[in-house]
């Protein structure tokens, strides 16, 4: 019995006959025996992947083994389970040349032998292609060298300091058990020579880190946290050679060489963390792509998006992410900048406009000259203010900072006092008792604890989609006691739905848009004009006439007043405005009295309302209904219990706003509607320690008043143009509270580090002494 099969697109089809071209059935079982499912499609089979065939991409990402045999590490989309590796795996088995797979699921890599006299790398990304995951590259070989080397160097003081630590203690336990029980001169002696000789590759080597930044810190007249520990590594090996050489006991060689090792692990650990921290926030990796298509001569070529250059003539199709900044120059496309402006529809551009690195084009094909290169776009100017949050000097780091001045100097003070306080039972006894303070004493948690937490909170929040754009964020989350939330989008789902209409048709109020009211041009232009804002009452208007009304050839000039609603001049009608009651009823229009009528009936109901006018005339009212987001009412209850005073500022209708304070358990008094941008941050103005957590654009005055500022929605570049301390990608509750509550967690954690860092080095530098 032959099976019927059927398939959902060409791309599902085209990878079930590769495995069972390639006998490759066993991923079905394994995939059923692990319960998973993949679900990121690979690439569309007629890809072109010449590109990765170039000489400029073997030099960059390419390792050179042998003549026959190179590697190349790849990048993994779609690796969800234990099937996908081992069908990676068993590429060798496909494609001649291919020499070993070897995936590294936790990281999404894979990492490919193969025979370039046998096999392209082009083959190798298209079989992967085929099989159903996505390809990108992972780090350069330039930047994996570096990166080796770094790691390898500081792998090589660590295991050298650690069989050096490992090998002093035992033989520290053999004398240390001598002085009680007995041991001979010879054989102490020998020990004693045997732990110099295994502790001078860790005191020469090992620890020159801490030499180098202390010196450095000397050249340039400043006192580096390592000075203590150099003087400290040196002071005691020098003591304990010179006991050695003139026959005496004491001998501190494990002691210097475990101090060695366990500060050497410790930054270790802290420098593969803030590696990994650099990795997270790099967001350009993820929205600007390695290659780009660039137009030379009559054809078109692959290239690494580092090779473009201004001027350059780019052919971006649909399916692509854009790599540099440019303007269109030939043809036209749509294109999702949903991420850079906030925009949920993807947005039209033709010849003359410009499009932006990062975007996505989703339908179409143009062509456009490069203005500016991926390293300098836009989207890098804003990602580099998002990345450089974690290097500015805020005032918690400061202060740390000058702790950690003042206590180096402190430390080598006390010292100093304690060698001349003990000079009387003479100078090694002085210099032991020294020795001892300096070793005790660490001042290593003091510096690091501040900026190590700060770096590791940027880079978890980075991860959900939370970017810190403000370095003072974390530390005034802290100090947060009121919050102000916008409504719409923010408490509220983003897109509200048009409920209800009223529009003046003759002398008579009509409430359902019929076929001769869908005719009127102001309804044509109104759609285009709302068509291209963000604000969410545009976005459901939109919604309303997308499919119903026309669209006016040519497109109006629109104003827009923040807080307030949008200016539209048309050729024939004049002007038009679209916006909230409150601005429009401010105008000196004139309404109709079935319109005004209804004006009266809608006082006192609970449903958002805005206005259109055409020439001085209000010629309809449209009511707007909205729904809380799920988990609003849970982060405006935690919030309350923590003792926070929570209030909703907002430009909708005063019974609105009562009304979703009310299912959010916000008191009354406590909410204020139909409220301009200027009111609302003079509402802010008074509380000294707020937060405003609202759209980045809408609520940029009431931003730039509080202590501290929460983007939800209105994208990154808005909510960084918008003066925003943090950015909400997602804008739901339970990210804003992880925001919140992640800030103030890591500051606490600064807070404990430092005293418990103080508490230590005060009791063990009093029992030294």
Not at 317 to 330: F, H, P, T
Not at 533 to 538: A, I, V
Request: aromatic share 8%.
């Amino acid at each position: 019995d032959k099976k019927v099969l059927s398939f959902c697109c060409r791309g599902c089809q085209f990878v079930y006959e590769v495995i069972h071209e390639n006998g490759l059935q066993g991923f079905y079982r394994m995939r059923e025996a692990t319960g998973d499912v993949c679900q990121l499609p690979g690439q569309a089979p007629g890809k072109s992947y010449e590109h990765y065939d170039r000489e400029e991409f073997y030099q960059r990402y390419v390792t050179r083994i042998s003549e026959k045999r190179s590697s190349i590490l790849l990048r993994i989309l779609g690796m969800h389970c234990a099937a996908c590796v081992w069908l990676l795996e068993k590429l060798p088995d496909i494609l001649p040349g291919v020499l070993a797979c070897e995936a590294d699921f936790l990281r999404g890599q894979l990492r490919v032998d193969f025979d370039p006299l046998t096999v392209a790398i082009s083959t190798i990304v298209a079989q992967v292609d085929a099989l159903g995951y996505q390809v990108q590259m992972a780090q350069n070989e330039s930047e994996r060298k570096a990166e080796r080397r770094s790691t390898s160097s500081r792998l090589m003081r660590l295991g050298i300091a650690g069989l050096a630590a490992g090998n002093t203690m035992l033989f520290a336990v053999s004398l240390y058990q001598g002085r009680y029980t007995g041991i001979d001169p010879q054989y102490r002696d020998y020990f004693h020579y045997l732990s110099l000789l295994i502790s001078l590759p860790s005191v020469m080597y090992a620890a020159i880190p801490f030499y180098r930044s202390s010196w450095q810190g000397l050249k340039h007249g400043m006192l580096h946290i390592d000075l203590p520990i150099s003087i400290g590594i040196l002071a005691g090996f020098g003591l304990s050679a010179w006991n050695t050489f003139t026959g005496r006991d004491e001998v501190y060689f494990d002691s210097v060489c475990a101090l060695i090792f366990f500060l050497l692990a410790g930054r270790f650990i802290l420098e593969s963390g803030l590696l990994a921290v650099q990795r997270r926030t790099n967001l350009l990796s993820e929205f600007i792509p390695r290659f780009a298509n660039r137009v030379e001569g009559e054809s078109v070529h692959s290239v690494l998006s580092e090779e473009i250059k201004v001027g350059d003539t780019l052919v971006i199709k649909a399916g692509e992410l854009v790599s540099c900044d440019g303007i269109v120059v030939d043809g036209s496309a749509f294109f999702d900048c949903s991420f850079l402006t906030g925009e949920s529809r993807p947005v039209f551009s033709e010849v003359g406009t410009s499009v932006y690195a990062g975007t996505w084009c989703v339908e179409g094909e143009c062509r456009a000259n490069v203005l500016e290169p991926s390293s300098k776009s836009k989207l890098a100017q804003l990602v580099a203010g998002v990345q450089s949050a974690a290097l500015r000097r805020v005032p918690l780091i400061q202060l740390t900072d000058r702790l950690s001045r003042y206590f180096v100097v402190t430390v080598l003070a006390v010292a100093a006092i304690t060698f001349l306080s003990w000079l009387d039972a003479g100078t090694v006894r002085a210099a032991e008792v020294a020795l001892s303070f300096l070793v005790v004493t660490c001042p290593c948690a003091l510096g690091l604890a501040a900026p190590v937490t700060l770096s590791v909170a940027i880079s978890r929040a980075a991860r959900r989609g939370i970017l810190i754009t403000s370095p003072w964020a974390i530390e005034r989350a802290a100090q947060i006691h009121t919050f102000f939330f916008d409504k719409t989008g923010t408490l509220t789902l983003p897109t509200p739905t048009v409920s209800r209409l009223w529009i003046l048709e003759g002398d008579k109020v009509v409430t359902e848009l019929d076929e001769q009211i869908l005719k009127e041009r102001w309804l044509s232009v109104l759609k285009v004009a709302v068509g291209h804002s963000s604000h969410p009452l545009s976005q459901a208007i939109h919604h309303l006439l997308a499919r119903r009304v026309s669209s006016h050839s040519l497109f109006p000039k629109v104003t827009n007043e923040l807080g307030r609603g949008l200016i539209i001049e048309d050729v024939e009608l004049g002007e038009l405005r679209f916006g909230s009651l409150r601005w429009i009823e401010q105008c000196a229009i004139r309404v109709a009295s079935p319109l005004r009528l209804v004006l009266q009936q809608l006082q006192h109901e609970q449903i958002s309302l805005s206005g259109v006018v055409v020439n001085s005339e209000l010629r309809a009212i449209f009511g707007f209904s909205d729904s809380l987001k799920p988990g609003a009412r849970t982060l405006i209850e935690t919030l309350q219990k923590q003792g926070a005073t929570v209030s909703i500022l907002s430009g909708d209708r005063t019974p609105v706003v009562q009304r979703v304070a009310l299912d959010l358990g916000v008191p009354a008094d406590a909410a204020w509607g139909e409220l301009l941008p200027e009111e609302k941050a003079e509402r802010v103005s008074t509380s000294p320690h707020s937060a405003v957590i609202g759209d980045g654009i809408n609520d940029t005055l009431a931003f730039q008043e509080a202590h501290l500022s929460i983007g939800v929605h209105g994208g990154l570049e808005a909510a960084i143009s918008g003066s925003a301390d943090v950015f909400v990608r997602s804008g739901s509750p339970e990210d804003i509270y992880a925001a919140i509550d992640g800030a103030r967690q890591s500051y606490r954690a600064v807070r404990r580090a430092l005293v418990l860092s103080l508490l230590y080095n005060v009791v063990g530098g009093t029992l030294a002494v």
